[in-house]
């Protein structure tokens, strides 16, 4: 084999192995490591056996893609063993096209299947790291684990996912909740309209579509968790009154009024606007008070119906004379929840964002979009975190307006917003809590 005898000739005269021992070597070859493997090429030279070549390169394959607690310069070595290796096996082929495909196939299968159950992968860290079984959710959900989830779920087969599928959303729920906001609905929401990998993963498109969509059809976006048994079948969050377009309009302004006028009492937000600059860093703030309105007009769509939410939209274009074009941008943010609903791989909120700071400048350069992405990015964090906490205020709002306007019990706590069970005693639970 002439790449062994290229490889491993040292000169001198190393005595050989007999023929038969070389021939009933491929067991041993199997339990091999690297530096064994490179040893015995030395003493057996270019006499190597088609048979036992072939066992070299699997156990070789396995070394690099598979094997636990192996040095990453291992790794790699074996890598580039393994390819010459190849090469000498193709050799006698090369007039054999049957023969070649499916070495070929053999050996595609081995680079293919590593990504599923091989190094780096999560049924590979698991053992790795001897995860406990009682561990084993927390581990897979891991939010650095997320861009390997998938090729996990692979691996498990669908009737294992199947069984642990109310498991992994309890925690990427618990991973992504903030200590406020207890309303799982809205959690999964963010992630919808976040891009989130994991999420992307655990769901459908028709539920990831309705978990999006939670703000217009909060009833559809709420049935996905109940069809994974995760909250009851009825709801016993309902408005006890109506409002009127007056009460309504007082409301919502009020709170949109606080988007704009409270900026800079978040210190993470505050911070966020330090970074990017003056004419960034409005931008993002007419996006948030935007995203905030869109979700406004929609929810009392919702609850009130089209027409009041028209006429909600047409107050709303003269409470805020400081943004121009409000109508303009507004619609900008309804185009972008559209383009998502056809595509669900694009953040919705980074959408939204990269859409109302443009401006309609001309579009980046690659390394002008490279210096600004991490910004851009949070940004867009930071709409997502503000779509979940809106959404939560304002839920709330309207229903103890709602009580208030009906004239019930002030002392009454509406908690629409508990809909989970994950971090709160049994005596916090409303009747939407994840069990």
């Given amino acids: 084999m002439s790449f062994f005898k290229r490889l491993f000739s ?15 070597a491929t067991k041993e070859i199997e339990n091999m490591s690297l530096m064994e493997i ?39 070595v074996a890598l580039k063993l393994v390819d010459a290796v190849d090469r000498d096996l193709e050799a006698p082929l090369a007039n054999n096209p049957a023969g070649l495909a499916a070495f070929r196939h053999a050996t595609d299968y081995m680079k293919e299947n590593a990504k599923f159950i091989g190094y780096g992968s999560l049924t590979w860290l698991l053992e790795e790291n001897r995860v406990p ?10 939010k650095e684990h997320a861009h390997l989830l998938g090729n996990a779920m692979h691996a498990m087969g669908k009737d294992a996912v199947m069984k642990v599928m109310p498991a992994l959303i309890r925690k990427l729920i618990l991973n992504h909740r903030s200590s406020t906001i207890r309303n799982d609905v809205l959690v999964l929401h963010g992630l919808a309209c976040a891009q989130d990998l994991a999420f992307e993963v655990l769901f459908t498109e028709s539920e990831r579509t309705a978990l999006r969509l939670a703000h217009r059809d909060y009833a559809a976006a709420r049935n996905v968790l109940v069809a994974l048994g995760l909250l009851p079948a009825t709801s016993g969050i309902q408005l006890v009154g109506s409002l009127s377009d007056s009460q309504l309009g007082q409301l919502v302004f009020r709170m949109l009024r606080d988007e704009w006028d409270d900026r800079d009492a978040e210190r993470e937000l505050a ?38 939410s028209s006429r909600l939209h047409a107050d709303l274009l003269h409470a805020f004379p400081q943004i121009r074009d409000l109508g303009f941008l507004l619609e900008k943010v309804s ?19 990269d859409a109302i700071t443009g401006k309609g400048e001309p579009e980046q350069t690659e390394a002008q979009f490279e210096a600004t992405r991490a910004q851009w990015m949070r940004g867009g964090e930071l709409l997502t975190r503000r779509r979940i906490q809106f959404l939560y205020r304002l839920r709330f709002m309207l229903n103890c307006l709602a009580a208030k306007t009906a004239g019930f019990d002030g002392d009454r706590q509406f908690t629409d917003t508990m809909e989970s069970a994950l971090a709160a005693p049994p005596t916090e639970f409303e009747e939407d809590c994840i069990v």
């Fill in 38 to 76: 490179i040893d015995f090429m030395r003493q057996v030279g270019n006499t190597v056996p088609a048979g036992n070549l072939n066992a070299i390169s699997r156990r070789l394959y396995q070394i690099a893609l598979y094997d636990h607690h192996v040095a990453v310069q291992d790794r790699e």
């Fill in 335 to 353: 185009v972008a929840e559209k383009v998502t609903a056809a595509d669900s791989a694009i953040s919705l909120d980074l959408l939204i964002f």
């Fill in 133 to 142: 079984p009682d561990q084993v959710i927390a581990f897979i959900m891991r």
């Fill in 10 to 24: 040292r000169g001198g005269h190393t005595a050989k192995p007999p023929l038969s021992a070389i021939a009933g």
């Fill in 271 to 308: 911070t966020y606007l330090n970074s990017v600059g003056a004419e960034w860093g409005q931008g993002f703030v007419i996006a948030r008070l935007l995203l905030s309105a869109h979700l406004a007009l929609a929810h009392v769509g919702m609850i009130y119906g089209n027409a009041t």
